[in-house]
T-cell receptor, first 113, second 113 residues
Framework: DGGITQSPKYLFRKEGQNVTLSCEQNLNHDAMYWYRQDPGQGLRLIYY???????QKGDIAEGYSVSREKKESFPLTVTSAQKNPTAFYLC????????????FGPGTRLTVT | SQQGEEDPQALSIQEGENATMNCSYK?????LQWYRQNSGRGLVHLILIRSNEREKHSGRLRVTLDTSKKSSSLLITASRAADTASYFC?????????????FGKGTKLSVIP
């Protein structure tokens, strides 16, 4: 059963704590992406990785960090430096050549109080 | 920003009617894709249209592209309640950062049974 999974679906944290969101795919895709979505808004790119051990900042990388040690996994850490972390976070993956056809996970809704 | 802009922001129709959503963008594109997002879920890729194509069909979906006007439209025929979702266009550009997709705020479609 191929796909992309994110866990957990809902996450609650206190302000000042770092939190790591999980993203795993078994589609054998080289490229992976993290997006943030705020209510009534489109998606904004946080980080992306085109290959293992390499990643690039997107439009809103400040306050976030990622790693890409394995092809299947692209965890996102929301640090205490992120000023407004409450949002819906979406992970996606694609082949390197068909980056426009991205497969999305179900998302993690993070609430920081 | 190189994101597409969807219009209208919200659309409410009766089941069985057709739904038309529009997308405008600012610079020359390689291709343009449409995605659907059900409430609280990840995005699903619907259809891609290349810059040298004018029209494309997939089931009840019809996409048109007018590169002279820098616009695209998505038509859903004979709508169903299950089509209720937000629809996003994502233009793809050449050049630096061309592997990134940028999403607008979407059109929120409500199909009333």
């Amino acid at each position: 059963d191929g796909g992309i999974t994110q866990s957990p679906k809902y996450l609650f944290r206190k302000e000042g704590q770092n939190v790591t969101l999980s993203c795993e795919q078994n589609l054998n895709h080289d490229a992976m992406y993290w997006y943030r979505q705020d209510p009534g808004q489109g998606l904004r790119l946080i980080y992306y990785s085109q290959i293992v051990n390499d990643f690039q900042k997107g439009d809103i990388a400040e306050g976030y960090s990622v790693s890409r040690e394995k092809k299947e996994s692209f965890p996102l850490t929301v640090t205490s430096a992120q000023k407004n972390p409450t949002a819906f976070y979406l992970c996606a993956s694609s082949t390197q050549t068909s980056y426009h056809e991205q497969y999305f996970g179900p998302g993690t809704r993070l609430t920081v109080t | 920003s190189q994101q597409g802009e969807e219009d209208p922001q919200a659309l409410s129709i009766q089941e069985g009617e057709n739904a038309t959503m529009n997308c405008s963008y600012k610079t020359s594109i390689n291709n343009l894709q449409w995605y659907r997002q059900n409430s609280g879920r990840g995005l699903v890729h619907l259809i891609l249209i290349r810059s040298n194509e004018r029209e494309k069909h997939s089931g009840r979906l019809r996409v048109t592209l007018d590169t002279s006007k820098k616009s695209s439209s998505l038509l859903i025929t004979a709508s169903r309640a299950a089509d209720t979702a937000s629809y996003f266009c994502a233009p793809s550009y050449s050049g630096a950062g061309s592997y990134q997709l940028t999403f607008g705020k979407g059109t929120k479609l409500s199909v009333i049974p």
